[in-house]
């Protein structure tokens, strides 16, 4: 992984919003991420730790106070200056997904909605009438290509929202909070395409998440904490360390918190283990040896 | 709440379904001013057989159309009762007190019954039962494109419509949300004078506005985010195509117009009005 070239480079990039009675509230201090082609990213952190403000700086929608960012190592975005043309170049390959899937479709027709993309960029009718059945194959909806937006689930809602991103052809999706107002069956769903993504596209995935199992699935977590990276790594680097975790009041997963209790209790166990099974497996395994349990 | 549907759209697959949205609204523009044009009885027997072949041709049953009638019946009883008591002129044909009806009233009554009728029926069968809401809206788009070389924001006028017609029913649902979180809290809605019952939905009024405002703000982002840029250089995915049947609903339109006028000139046998 590390040897792909990064397709999004963040290099000391601070933002910071004005509050209500006129103090300077920063959002990002002076952060700096790398993100690979085709990586599978997912950025945590509380409330106010600055992920949406991430998610808007990679986008463009907002541009960073210091520092610079950089799309396939060309400079798109820094303080001040912002070229059109290159900020509609940037949002077509880097996609976003919200979170009110009611808030981000806005036709009235399935099928619509997802050409409102292409249109936006001028591609010819013909074409996009390929692009959006694509899309709309690509994640399971077409059978729905003619309905009415709002008679749908929460979870198929976020579909037709990743399939209008999708008919952009875009090499990055950023996913900001884009489970979080699904029931769980919704949130299967739609992991389940963001999976698909960016393993049989090679889609580079940035999602942001309040939810550790879904943070779980990724490549790398990075934790942001006061606008500051406060860790980086694989699930099982990050799950592994419950007692920074905890330092900061985020939850490691059920399992790793199981096994982590467990260790504490003198179990040998090894650590950042977060799938159910390989939980118990080691569980079981630690028990046999430690001569607790027999067969 | 939940299952209302906009305007009065009656799914079908005749001619005038299919029909450009566009040729329909010229349709529609032709057909009014024919009915106001006609002056004759002879005029208005073309008109209401020409309209009868187009509700046979868009398959929306009589009944369907009735329907839309009666809640426009009020107006039509007091347009009717406006000509006929207003009216002075022509023969002194019955009289009670200060009531006077002249011959004149009452031709003129028939005629203004007829008018509405006939507008109603034919704008129905046209446009709002065989065209869906947004389909109108592309049409209306696609039409008035000229004038955006008058600076005239025709793009944002269309895509306003849209956006306004996919959010009714989500903002119909919050309604529903927000009215029953009242009521649990003991909030009264149905009881009271006009006034006490206008000041319930205060209520209900501000937090919906609230959220609207939420909600266009995130939507600007989440259009933002998909490169929308105004509609210089947009595209669109379905494409308008007038066919020969477009052309033959329109030409049919401005044979009934150019007949309306034809008629009131050369053929002035029953001619009812001036």
Redesign the interface.
């Known amino acids: 992984m590390s040897a792909k070239k990064p397709i999004i480079e963040i290099k000391n990039v601070s933002y910071s919003y004005e509050s209500i009675d006129g103090r300077r509230i920063s959002a990002l201090d002076g952060i700096s991420l790398s993100i690979e082609r085709g990586s599978f990213v997912a950025v945590l952190g509380h409330n106010g730790s600055g992920k949406s403000t991430l998610a808007k700086l990679l986008n463009m929608i907002l541009t960073p106070e210091k520092g610079e960012i950089y799309f396939d190592g060309e400079r798109v975005s820094g303080p001040g200056d912002i070229d059109e043309n290159v900020m509609y170049a940037v949002r077509r390959r880097v996609g976003m997904v919200h979170q009110n899937p009611d808030n981000q479709i806005v036709a009235t027709i399935v099928e619509e909605d997802v050409a409102f993309g292409p249109e936006n960029l001028g591609i010819p009718p013909q074409e996009i009438r390929d692009r959006v059945d694509a899309a709309l194959a690509a994640v399971g909806m077409t059978e729905y290509a003619r309905h009415a937006p709002h008679r749908l689930s929460g979870g198929q809602k976020q579909r037709v929202a990743i399939a209008g991103i999708l008919a952009m052809m875009p090499e990055c999706i950023i996913f900001d909070e884009s489970t979080a107002m699904l029931d769980p069956s919704g949130r299967a769903e739609v992991m389940e395409i963001i999976k698909k993504l960016n393993k049989e596209r090679n889609i580079t995935i940035i999602l942001i998440t309040h939810d550790m199992m879904e943070a779980a699935m990724a490549d790398r977590i990075v934790i942001l904490n006061d606008g500051r990276v406060y860790a980086d790594g694989t699930p099982q680097e990050i799950f592994s360390q419950v007692d920074r975790m905890r330092a900061i009041k985020l939850d490691v997963p059920e399992t790793t918190a199981f096994m982590y209790e467990l260790s504490s209790l003198g179990l040998t166990l090894p650590r950042g283990v977060f799938n159910v099974r390989e939980c118990a497996e080691a569980v079981a395994a630690a028990l046999f040896a430690a001569g607790k349990v027999r067969v | 709440m939940r299952d209302i549907t906009l305007g009065q759209y009656y799914p079908g697959n005749s001619v005038l379904h299919r029909a450009d949205p566009r040729a329909k609204l010229v349709c529609a523009i032709l057909y009014i001013a024919a009915v106001f044009m006609c002056r004759s009885a002879l005029a208005f027997i073309v008109i209401i057989a020409a309209t009868a072949v187009s509700i046979a041709l868009s398959g929306i049953p009589l009944r369907v159309l009735l329907r839309s009638m009666k809640s426009l019946i009020f107006i039509i009883i007091f347009t009717a009762f406006i000509n006929l008591f207003l009216t002075t002129s022509g023969e002194l044909l019955f009289r009670f007190y200060f009531i006077k009806i002249y011959s004149k009233g009452i031709i003129n009554t028939i005629v203004m019954i007829l008018r509405i009728t006939l507008l109603i029926a034919g704008s129905g069968v046209f446009l709002t039962y065989t065209t869906t ?2 389909a109108l809206t592309d049409g209306l788009e696609q039409l008035l494109a000229p004038l955006r070389k008058l600076r005239l924001p025709v793009h944002e006028f269309s895509m306003m419509m ?2 306004a ?2 959010f009714i ?2 903002l119909v ?1 919050e309604t529903d949300k927000i009215m029953n979180a009242q009521k649990a809290r003991g909030a009264d809605f149905g009881t009271g004078s006009l006034l006490s019952r206008a000041r319930a939905l205060l209520p209900i009024l501000i937090p919906l506005f609230i959220a609207a405002f939420r ?1 266009a703000d ?2 600007a ?9 105004g509609g210089e ?7 308008l195509h007038l066919r020969t049947p477009d052309f033959a609903i329109m030409a049919f339109c401005v044979i009934l117009c150019i007949a309306a006028a034809l008629i009131n000139t050369y053929i002035p046998i029953f001619t009812l009005i001036g």
């Open positions: 809401p947004i849209t956006i017609l996919r029913p989500t649902e909600r995130e939507l982002i989440a259009m933002e985010c998909r490169c929308y840029h250089g947009r595209t669109r995915m379905n494409v």
